[in-house]
């Protein structure tokens, strides 16, 4: 019977790489000097930190612009709010969201179960969801169908298997 596994993972040496070149494009632009303007990557957060909002706003289009470089797919980013800093600064944190959780896969699984598709099912396995189904056709209409529809977060299809 073909399966094949749906996750949603985030490969943190890219996003490593992306935090580093954006870090090294803000020191070198003259629009970030002397802003205090930074960011620091620690575990799957991301702490962002100038001086006047306008600026925090720029330094987080830096960042994305890298991420999308990198295919890091921003709805994997999930934005705190901007908080205000000592001497007029602000600072805001970004989040990696990273795995499916269960009210995500149960949404997901009612769509695949609305789709009608004849054979096809699926169950929640930790944060992955697999789905099985009797015909090779169908299953890749199943991803398809849930490449066209957005769960606000970043969807990979793996071990498709016959």
Do not use: H, W, Y
């Not at 289009?61 to 980013?77: D, N």
């Not at 705190?80 to 990273?98: C, D, F, H, N, P």
């Not at 992955?128 to 991803?143: E, F, H, N, P």
């Amino acid at each position: 019977m073909p399966t094949f596994d749906v996750v949603s993972q985030v490969n943190m040496q890219e996003v490593r790489n992306a935090v580093d070149q954006a870090s090294r494009e803000v020191a070198t632009r003259f629009d970030f000097k002397d802003t205090g303007s930074s960011i620091e990557l620690s575990g799957n957060d991301m702490k962002l930190a100038s001086s006047t909002e306008d600026r925090l706003r720029a330094l987080t289009q830096v960042l994305e612009e890298k991420l999308v470089k990198r295919s890091i797919s921003l709805k994997a980013l999930d934005r705190g709010k901007v908080e205000e800093g000592t001497k007029g600064s602000v600072r805001q944190t970004i989040t990696l969201k990273a795995g499916i959780s269960s009210d995500e896969a149960k949404k997901i699984n009612v769509f695949i179960k609305n789709l009608n598709l004849k054979g096809v099912s699926s169950q929640t396995q930790g944060d992955q969801l697999r789905v099985s189904g009797k015909k090779k056709d169908d299953l890749q209409a199943a991803i398809a169908a849930l490449k066209d529809e957005d769960f606000g977060l970043p969807l990979q299809f793996e071990n498709f298997r016959d």
